[in-house]
């Protein structure tokens, strides 16, 4: 029997929801092909086009379709931070529950004045619900769990023309993500500044991701005298993002984030889920992300010798590193999510 779920958010851009999105669809093909699964976005930002070419490139058209209405009778409806669409969920009498992914805490004000249609509140992580918990005190329904994932243990399809990065006499330390005062890639910067006036002509900086009018990269890196070893990558399409982790990790790199806020850590689970030692902020989500590990593989949030320092070792210990994050991203594949997924819907009493 087909159980009809429809996944709605504001905008469609190159975000990491969209990522999220894409590898619930792939779980579901591999895992639960019962499930059928929309995608509705109520503006698009540039991001419909990049992710109807990867449901065709990922073969997932049968079982996910992007959609343009909330014309269907789900059997369940998820908001993901998308206020918006509460009214006409409730205009169709259609069960809904809402998503919180934002770390941004100016975005997930809207949580505090829910109605009671609501079903339930879900999170990316155990975390991150205790989070969320602290903020809505006088919340009376259930705050749960659909992990987050990377969908490392399912067989991927080779989708694109091999590629890889050019060959560099230096090893890329990645940064992948927005630059944005939260994702906070000056600290990035500054940590690199330290490293190669100790160890000049080893390492290289290769940022990826959109641009915020918060931070002029460019200019920044500029200022630091940095424009010859950095690289500055846009955007890249989402059956990409594979290809070029693999490149960093056949390029003996490293990823570095140093955000101030996740509820998961996409982009860090992705990298360690490609094999890429990892060096993150010390937040709760990087934390948990690499727990048991986080005493080689985090340092302190805000502390760039430290960031500089871990980086420095990390790459000397780069096989110790590896076996670390190869034992690390046990705790987010695909299998996990489904089987928060499960216990979801039988929560739910949807069979």
């Known amino acids: 029997m087909q159980t009809r779920v429809c996944f709605i958010y504001p905008w469609a851009t190159f975000g990491g929801v969209e990522r999220v999105l894409l590898n619930r669809a792939l779980a579901f093909k591999y895992y639960l092909p019962e499930i059928r699964a929309d995608f509705y976005f109520l503006c698009d930002a540039g991001g419909l086009a ?55 805490f100016e975005n997930r ?23 969320i918990r602290s903020e809505l005190t006088n919340f009376p329904g259930q705050i749960s769990e659909l992990r987050n994932f990377v969908p490392w243990d399912i067989c991927s399809q080779e989708l694109l023309v091999d590629s890889c990065l050019p ?27 330290m ?10 900086l290769l940022f990826c991701g959109p641009r915020s009018s918060e931070i002029d990269l460019d200019k920044e890196i500029s200022r630091r005298s940095l424009d010859g070893i950095s690289v500055v990558l846009p955007p890249i399409p989402f059956a990409a993002t594979e290809r070029l982790l693999n490149a960093v990790s056949r390029s003996g790199g490293i990823f570095v984030s140093s955000s101030k806020g996740e509820s998961f850590g996409l982009s860090a689970a992705e ?64 299998s996990s999510f489904i089987e928060d997924w499960k216990c979801l819907f039988n929560e739910l009493d949807i069979s």
């Open 50 to 104: 990049p992710l109807a070419a990867a449901l065709t490139q990922y073969e997932l058209n049968t079982t996910a379709a992007i959609v343009h209405s909330l014309e269907q009778d789900y059997d369940l409806v998820f908001l993901i931070d998308c206020p918006q669409a509460i009214d006409l969920c409730i205009r169709r009498s259609q069960r809904f529950v809402v998503e919180c992914h934002t770390s941004y």
């Open 109 to 131: 004000g809207y949580l505090a004045n829910l109605p009671d249609a609501c079903e339930m509140v879900i999170t990316p992580s155990s975390i991150f619900s205790n989070i």
């Open 167 to 193: 060959h560099w006499s230096r090893k890329p330390i990645m940064f992948f993500g927005r630059f944005d005062r939260l994702k906070d890639p000056l600290s990035v910067l500054d940590a690199f500044q």
């Open 195 to 204: 490293l190669e006036r100790r160890r000049k002509d080893e390492f290289m």
């Open 271 to 334: 990298a360690i889920s490609s094999l890429i030692p990892v060096v993150l902020s010390d937040i709760e989500a990087h934390v948990n992300l690499v727990s048991g590990y986080e005493r080689i593989l985090t340092y302190p949030l805000g502390d760039t010798k430290q960031l500089s320092a871990r980086i420095e070792a990390v790459f000397d210990d780069y096989s110790g590193a590896c076996a670390a994050v190869a034992t690390a991203r046990n705790t987010f594949s695909a």
